[in-house]
Every structure is written in C-alpha cells, then in structure tokens.
C-alpha cells in the first residue's frame, strides 16, 4: 500500500510518513497541495487535514479506488460533510491542534486495516496499554441492560473521575444496547424483531446475545457492544449524525439509531463502527480520562467506519 500524506507541517508530516512506514506501506509526504496531482498517480490512500478535503474529494472524485482519510483540529461537523459527500473516505481523525500529530495508534490501525481491506476487527486490547483492567458484562435482556448500565457507571465511578464521566458513559452504554436489544435482532426472513415496541421487555436467543465490554488503562476507557447481526449501514452514522449536529432532525428511521449516534459524539473522543454484513455490528467508544470536561467538550474528534 501507498499513501500520500498532504500535510502543511512538516514534523507532522515527517511522523506520519513514519507511522504508515512501519505497518509494511510506503509513503509520500507532500507539503504544497499544488504537487498532490502529480504524486498520486500510484496512491492508494490519501491522507490530509479536513482544511484541505475539497482538494482530496477532488482527487478521489479522479481517481476509482482511491481512499480518503481526513485528520482536524476542529469540531467534527466539518469534517462530516465529506464523509457524506463521498463513500471513499470514512475515517476522521481528531488532533490537539495544528501542530500535533492525529494519535499514533489511531493512524497505525488505519494504515495497518486499509493495507488489509479491512482485515480483522481489532480486540479491546488494541485500544488499551498492556496491564489494562477490562469486564465482560452479560446482556441477554432488557433487565440486565440496565444492571449492566449500573455496573458500567459503578465501573467508571471507581476510576476518581467526575461524577459526569461515569453519566455519560452509563447513557452511551444504554443506547448501544438500546439498538443490539431491539434494532438489530432480525428473524429468518430478515425483518426486524423487536424495534417495533421499545419499551417492551425481550429476551434475547442465545443466537441473538450482544457482547458487552469495558475496559481501562487508567488513561484512557473503552466500550465495546457487538451484535451478532452487521446490519448498520454508513448512512445511518454520518447522515444522522451530520444532521444532529447541524441542529437539524436526526434519523428515526432506525428507532433510536440517529439519537444514538449523538450520545456516541458527546460521551467519546473516538467512535469506531465495524460492521461485518450479516455477521456483526461493533461499536467501540473511547474517552480520554487525562482531559478535563472543558477540554473534551471542544477538542476535535475521531470517527471511523469499517465494512466488510
């Protein structure tokens, strides 16, 4: 695989090139946008802040094949127009600022999954420092969706952070078991189970469990929800998710999927979606436990979809 990494700042650039050289790809970068037309030629990805994504669109819009990844220092919002513009780029990585470099293991994973096309959902281990402490939390039915809400914000309350964390974590964890309990399950002839009444109690089959886990390293927490159907589609994540932060009406289309999709964006640094089709739908929510609430409410955000 090759990447061409546009990039304005030189160190940045230089660490990225690095980052994509040491899964096995090479790399190019490039800092005048002037030169990306000519340097693409043999590309596979092409990688730039979302400052520059008119330039990329236009490039992917040239080039079949090719695939686009953002990097931004800003709200998401921006970003999320061209994921909605474009089905070749789906991952959005936030950065501290201008200066900073995206995170190193958010880039290695997408240069390592990209070369992969897109290879093997990663465990919860890949988002966490070795020594981490993780759980395994049982959810087979409406009742133990919400002891297992209580057990996440338990989980999160005992790591001394603000009492807000723990809420906000506790409310994604109920959402994404929201749509694994009642969205996702599908009978033999594909139509949906139980999002018709979601206030009803169910019971999952064995068949039809959701996996819940969470996970900390002390430095940063993990979410993971995984249902056994891969029926989320990529429009109901950046559409609904693009409206809901414009201000506009999310999606209902899917129960609660647009709702949820913005309790995922205000309790995460980092979404990653992974959906195998007809084989699993996994949700994975990161939180940086370092950065004060202030902080989080303003920094730039990753978002990332794999399909396969």
Same mark, same amino acid.
């Given at each position: ?5 546009l *990039? ?17 790809a ?12 000519? =340097?693409?030629g043999?590309?596979? +990805? ?27 220092? /800003?709200p ?7 994921? @909605? /513009? ?7 990585l936030?950065?501290?600022d201008f200066?900073?470099? #995206?995170?190193?293991? *958010? @880039? ?6 990209l ?16 020594? %981490? ?13 919400? @002891?297992? @809400? ?8 005992s790591?001394?952070? #603000? ?5 906000? %974590?506790? *409310?994604?964890?109920? /959402? ?22 979601r ?10 469990? #959701? ?14 929800v ?6 989320? *589609?990529?429009?109901?994540? %950046?559409?609904?998710?693009a ?20 309790? =995922? ?10 959906v ?6 996994? +949700?994975?929510?990161?939180? /940086? ?15 990332? %979809?794999?399909?396969?």
């Amino acid at each position: 695989m090759h990447a061409v990494i546009l *990039e304005r700042n030189k160190l940045v650039a230089r660490k990225v090139a690095r980052l994509f050289t040491s899964t096995g790809a090479t790399a190019l970068a490039v800092e005048d946008p002037a030169l990306v037309t000519s =340097c693409i030629g043999n590309a596979d +990805v092409l990688c730039a802040d979302t400052f520059d994504a008119d330039l990329v669109v236009e490039q992917l819009r040239a080039k079949p094949g090719l695939r686009g990844v953002l990097w931004t220092a /800003e709200p998401l919002r921006r970003s999320l127009k061209y994921l @909605v /513009e474009s089905n070749a780029i789906d991952h959005v990585l936030g950065r501290k600022d201008f200066e900073s470099t #995206p995170r190193a293991w *958010e @880039v290695v994973m997408v240069a390592r999954r990209l070369a992969a096309n897109p290879g093997i959902s990663p465990p919860l281990a890949a988002y966490l420092d070795w020594g %981490f402490t993780s759980v395994e939390l049982d959810v087979r039915s409406t009742s133990d969706r919400d @002891v297992a @809400v209580s057990k996440i914000a338990e989980f999160v309350g005992s790591l001394s952070v #603000p009492k807000r964390i723990a809420e906000m %974590f506790s *409310e994604l964890g109920h /959402e994404l078991l929201m749509n694994a309990l009642y969205d996702a399950p599908i009978d033999q002839h594909g139509r949906p189970k139980y999002a018709g009444d979601r206030k009803a109690d169910v019971t999952l089959e064995d068949s039809e469990r #959701p996996t819940v886990k969470l996970g900390t390293d002390g430095t940063r927490l993990v979410l993971q929800v995984r249902d056994p159907f891969g029926r989320l *589609e990529r429009k109901h994540v %950046f559409d609904g998710l693009a409206r809901g932060l414009s201000g506009g009406e999310m999606d209902q289309s899917r129960g609660g999927a647009g709702l949820g999709m913005m309790v =995922c964006h205000n309790a995460s640094s980092a979404m990653l979606f992974d959906v195998a089709r007809g084989r699993h739908t996994e +949700v994975t929510a990161m939180f /940086e436990l370092d950065m004060n609430l202030r902080e989080f409410r303003t920094q730039a955000k990753s978002l990332h %979809f794999w399909s396969h």
